[in-house]
Every structure is written in structure tokens, then in C-alpha cells.
């Protein structure tokens, strides 16, 4: 194994989800078969993890991430039903999909996130001998600066339809931030192509609720900084037609949501949410 440079707090969530996502490989009722999550956490997702459950959630099991998994996983194979080939993952973290999904031949997969990351995780790969399922190209990036460019040099196709993946993303970005990156992977997405995330409502965010839980994350140098009560209204601008499933919606529950102890609600919001987004009519979305 290669030596990885340290890890920003940030790109530390990753392991967090990986550690998750190994927990729900190991239940008998899984939604969903991850075998590399183990490998992926290392030592410092669990403890990540526990130290969280402990100190926020009281030892409950958030199903929020095995939901969000199956239910994107779910979509991703979806789209690649309907023909698309071109997939991009923005801060794709230790994500395991392009080594566990079927893949149809022929697809591609960009995994964008921070440099040292991605050398850890292709360290990781290599230790497993893990074999990708499709054509999976890494790429080291800032995704607050530029990546467009390097996206395109490595490959990607702007006349092609684009599955977009933006997981465990949206809500470390501020809005400025968060309206950049909307608009750059627009400004990209040929027509057909679809965006696949997870949210967060703006009031749900700010509620008393939610205070303990920002705060902690904040302490651990990974705040959340945004979300959206009207994600309608917000992809709409940069051309998207979205849907959003809040958790617990029936096709957002698998079983797992009922009686779940965690997202505090604020009475005419929808607390987190999963969001797919579609292109509108006339080409390119861009913004309007
Ligand atoms: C919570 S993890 C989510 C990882 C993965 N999508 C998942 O759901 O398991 C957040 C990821 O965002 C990445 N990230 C955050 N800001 C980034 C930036 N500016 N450029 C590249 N990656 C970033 C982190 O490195 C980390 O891998």
C-alpha cells in the first residue's frame, strides 16, 4: 500500500458512510450488499460513527443511509435501463458502485472527489484486489474549483446523456457554493440526462431539533451550511424538473422508516429528502 497523504475532516465523512453501509452489508434483512464498505471505513470510520451515535442520536440507528443507498442505488440501475452509459459521482467518497452494481456494458463511471481521497481509496482497491464493474475513471479534484475542465479532459462526453450523483454533498456547501456546482454540471448535462441527490429542508436545518447535531459537526471541521425547503423551485432555475421523495414516503422507506427516532420534523416540511431530477424540455439545462 502506497502512503496516502492525511485526510482533510471533511473527506473523513466518507469513511463514516462506508462504516454504515458495512454495518447494513452485515444485517440479514440488508437493503443492499456492499462486501468493500468494511475495507473502505478502515479503523477510523467506526469510531467516527460510534462517537456520533453516542453523543447524538443515543445509540439509535439512523436508517437515513441505508435508505438513501438502496434508493439511489435503485435509480442509478434505472437509468442505466434506460440507456445511459456516462455517470458522474461528485464527492464520490468511498462509494462502492462501481465495483457492486451490474453495470450494463459499455458504462462509464467518473468518481470525482478530493486528491488524497481518491489515493486512499485506490490504495484500499488495490490491498482488495477489487475489480470495477465498469469502465471507472477516478478524478482527483477541488469541486470549488475548477473540474469541468478536467472532467472533459479525462474523457467525458458533453454530447452524451449524464447520470449526476451527488450524495452526502449538498448540505456541506453554502448556497453560493452549492448554486455553482448546480449550474457547472448543468451547463454540462447533454438532454436525457439526470440528477440524482440527497437534501435537506432549510427550516428543518435551523430547527431546535437539529441544533445538536449542527453543532457537533461543526466541531468536527464539517458543518452543514445549507439546504432548501423549495428544491422544486431551486433545480427548476437551472433547468431540472425534480421529484422529491422525503424519507419515509413509500417509496423512500424500505421498511426501515417507521418508528425511526431521528430527523425531527418541523410541521410543513419535509425534513431530508431524496431528489431526482430530470431534464426539462429544449436541450441543455441552463439557468433560467
Ligand atoms: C459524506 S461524504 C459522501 C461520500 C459519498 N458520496 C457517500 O455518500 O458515501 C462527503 C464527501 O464529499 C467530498 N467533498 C466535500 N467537499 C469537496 C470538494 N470541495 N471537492 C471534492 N470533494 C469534496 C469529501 O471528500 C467526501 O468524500
Redesign the pocket.
Known amino acids: 500500500m502506497g502512503v496516502s497523504e492525511p485526510l482533510d475532516p471533511?473527506?473523513k465523512?466518507?469513511l463514516w458512510?462506508?462504516s454504515m453501509r458495512a454495518r447494513e452489508h452485515e444485517r440479514e434483512d440488508r437493503l443492499f450488499s456492499d462486501p468493500l464498505a468494511r475495507v473502505f471505513a478502515g479503523t477510523e470510520g467506526p469510531r467516527i460513527m460510534v462517537q456520533f451515535e453516542g453523543s447524538v442520536q443515543s445509540g439509535v440507528e439512523d436508517p437515513a443511509l441505508a435508505v438513501r443507498t438502496r434508493f439511489l442505488d435503485d435509480w442509478l440501475l434505472r437509468l442505466d435501463r434506460r440507456g445511459l452509459r456516462q455517470f458522474v459521482?461528485l464527492?464520490?467518497?468511498?462509494?462502492s458502485r462501481a465495483f457492486r452494481l451490474p453495470w450494463s456494458p459499455g458504462v462509464v463511471v467518473f468518481e470525482?472527489?478530493?486528491p488524497a481521497?481518491l489515493s486512499l481509496k485506490d490504495d484500499l482497491v488495490g490491498s482488495a484486489a477489487a475489480q470495477s464493474l465498469c469502465a471507472r475513471v477516478p478524478l482527483g479534484?477541488?469541486?470549488?474549483a475548477e473540474w469541468t475542465e478536467p472532467l472533459v479532459e479525462s474523457g467525458f462526453d458533453q454530447a452524451m446523456p449524464t447520470g449526476w450523483l451527488l450524495?452526502?454533498?449538498l448540505y456541506?456547501l453554502d448556497p453560493q457554493e452549492r448554486d455553482l456546482l448546480v449550474e457547472q454540471l448543468s451547463g454540462l448535462s447533454a438532454p436525457g440526462s439526470c440528477l440524482l441527490a440527497d437534501y435537506v429542508g432549510q427550516s428543518v436545518l435551523d430547527s431546535p431539533g437539529m441544533a445538536s447535531w449542527r453543532a457537533r459537526m461543526a466541531e468536527q471541521g464539517y458543518p452543514w451550511k445549507s439546504g432548501s425547503d423549495d428544491p422544486e423551485r431551486l433545480f427548476e432555475g437551472f433547468g431540472w424538473d425534480v421529484q422529491v421523495s422525503a424519507y419515509g414516503e413509500p417509496h423512500a422507506d424500505y421498511g426501515r422508516w417507521a418508528g425511526a427516532t431521528v430527523a425531527p420534523g418541523v410541521p410543513g416540511t419535509r425534513g431530508r429528502y431524496l431528489l431526482v431530477g430530470e431534464q426539462g424540455q429544449g436541450g441543455k439545462a441552463v439557468r433560467r
Do not use: I, K, Y
Request: charged residues 20%; hydrophobic residues 60%.
Open positions: 471533511l473527506a465523512t466518507a458512510t462506508a459521482f464527492a464520490v467518497g468511498m462509494d470525482l472527489d478530493r481521497l479534484v477541488d469541486l470549488l450524495e452526502g454533498l456541506f
